[in-house]
């Protein structure tokens, strides 16, 4: 039974930058895509980035493009997401997940960490 747990969550004012990460355990992820979807308060949980099982292929949402970076360490079982020109439309709850296909459908993935907040201030 796998388990993801995210970290790096934090406050920081519009302009900055935070790296979330998302640790594996119980199982090993490297075949599976991985993703990160947020969830503001009030909507519902929405895509922001996933990446294929060895790191080569990455998309984004239309709204992080350019600013967020999802990368992938499969030695270390951990998945990235580097988050930079932070707005405060950014601030939720964001979630990692794997999945056995790249996908931007949360129904597609099958771990699910708890979630870390991001808040940023303006």
């Known amino acids: 039974q796998g388990q993801l747990e995210e970290s790096g969550g934090g406050v920081v004012q519009a302009g900055g930058s935070l790296r979330l990460s998302c640790a594996a355990s119980?199982?090993?992820?490297?075949?599976?895509?991985m993703g990160w979807f947020r969830q503001a308060p009030g909507k519902e949980r929405e895509f922001v980035a996933a990446t294929n099982w060895d790191g080569t292929s990455s998309y984004y949402t239309d709204a992080v493009q350019g600013r967020f970076t999802i990368s992938r360490d499969r030695p270390k079982n951990t998945v990235y997401l580097q988050m930079d020109s932070l707005k405060p439309e950014d601030t939720a709850v964001y979630y990692c997940?794997?999945?056995?296909?790249?996908?931007?459908?949360?129904?597609?993935?099958?771990?699910w960490g708890q979630g870390t907040q991001v808040t940023v201030s303006s």
């Open positions: 997940a794997a999945g056995e296909l790249l996908e931007s459908v949360d129904e597609e993935y099958d771990y």
């Open positions: 119980g199982r090993t992820f490297s075949t599976y895509a």
